[in-house]
């Protein structure tokens, strides 16, 4: 069962070809879920595309269309396949170009470090008319919102940058508490008690991750709800039923 | 670029809450793209939805016209939030029942180890009408291919075990070798030399992939091609320019 008590839903698009070709194991899609989880937005699909333009387009239609936000990550370094913000240009029929505001973020960091402003570089200052800047603490060049797509980069430290630097401007909804239980047992013990205890306490979001090292099953139950009352009373109603069952 | 010389694409569909809160890191997409990378099938997208039937059905019916294979990870265990079956029976419109196969399966490996064949382990027995059986090397309970689509267990060991097990099924296209150069340079500084390498050879598929650690810059310059001997003389190529350039 997903977060359907929030108002506030968001999808992340993680772009790039070494995603999809296994070489790089993507960071960014589970740090995003992480974060605006903790933050109370509903992250309700993450999506990887390679870089290609009509990919990144339908993606970014289709899913800003859909959800509150959408943060997208990777595709906007200097390189010939950074094609994301020409992407997103096209997405919102709306031209790309070097942005004066970027220049001026970028042009001081390099200076001050003896890096020289290359024409490669300055594609990373490109970006689409009406967009507002996103803040790179790291390494200067920015990422940009436009509309309710935040884009960002792809490396993690400037992602997660990027997405602390946007926190303030989101709204969010009710933050979930979360419990669990850990039990020494395979979830086929269990799921049929666990069942039950779901329909008993329908606004309690519950799953049960299973796993199974060195010769021992281990079931972790997970509840989940904003209101921190209904979540300790089914807490303590699922303890109850397990020691009946033995198994706690 | 994206694989374009390859005719055998695939899609992976990661399905579970766990991901999306953030709480469970997914590693079974990475595995999935290593592994058909390797093989020779063009994994082309990645999708992360929810235990929510509506989504799952909207996944697995854009995902299979558009692509030869999708492959799909979660939610066919025992527990009330596994609906993965009874999702990709209402994508194909057709009925989902206990299948004896799978109980013949299941049976003697619980028997073995004196675990009851509880109703709810007879959940994960529940197959779509006209799917073939995937074996589960690990734990018994069965994946199945229904169609183009093969739906497989979250647990990362068992979905291993079950992609192993489809791998003789697949139609593959040509494999694309890899070479990589690694640069102590930012992307910045390479980015034009290295678009002009990329005009120079179309038929190449040339990706660079930036870090920065310990103070350092550090790019990496994939090349990818079908055909070794053009992978080759691209490589060479590269690696004279970044030489003329004092970079390599």
Redesign the interface.
């Known amino acids: 069962?997903?977060?359907t008590h929030h108002a506030v839903t968001a999808a992340a698009l993680?772009i790039g070809?070494?995603?999809?070709?296994?070489?790089?194991?993507?960071?960014n899609?589970?740090?995003?879920?992480?974060?605006?989880?903790?933050i109370g937005v509903?992250?309700?699909?993450?999506?990887?595309?390679?870089?290609?333009t009509d990919?990144i387009v339908a993606a970014v239609k289709a899913l800003s269309a859909r959800y509150t936000y959408v943060f997208t990550t990777g595709g906007i370094?200097?390189?010939?396949?950074d094609i994301t913000a020409d992407a997103i240009g096209a997405a919102f029929g709306v031209p790309v170009d070097v942005d004066p505001r970027a220049v001026a973020l970028m042009s001081p960091f390099y200076a001050e470090r003896g890096?020289?402003f290359?024409?490669?570089?300055m594609?990373?200052a490109r970006v689409p008319a009406g967009a507002e800047l996103i803040a790179n603490t790291?390494?200067a060049a920015p990422g940009f919102r436009l509309g309710n797509v935040f884009v960002m980069a792809g490396?993690p430290?400037v992602m997660r940058a990027m997405l602390e630097a946007v926190t303030n401007q989101l709204r969010t909804g009710p933050k979930?508490n979360?419990v669990s239980i850990v039990v020494a047992h395979?979830?086929?013990?269990?799921?049929?008690l666990?069942?039950e205890h779901?329909a008993r306490f329908r606004d309690v979001?519950?799953?049960?991750?299973?796993?199974?090292a060195g010769g021992c099953y281990r079931t972790e139950l997970?509840l989940?709800c904003a209101d921190g009352e209904r979540l300790e009373a089914a807490r303590e109603g699922l303890e109850r039923a397990l020691r009946q069952r033995a198994i706690l």
């Not at 979001?205 to 199974?212: L, T």
């Open positions: 069962m997903s977060n993680i070809d070494e995603i999809l070709s296994g070489r790089t194991k993507d960071q899609g589970g740090a995003i879920a992480e974060h605006l989880t903790a509903a992250l309700r699909e993450i999506r990887v595309v390679g870089d290609e990919d370094g200097p390189t010939h396949d890096i020289p290359t024409s490669a570089r594609r990373m790291i390494s490396v430290d979930l979360a395979a979830e086929g013990e269990i799921a049929d666990f069942a779901q979001i519950m799953g049960s991750y299973p796993s199974f997970v989940r």
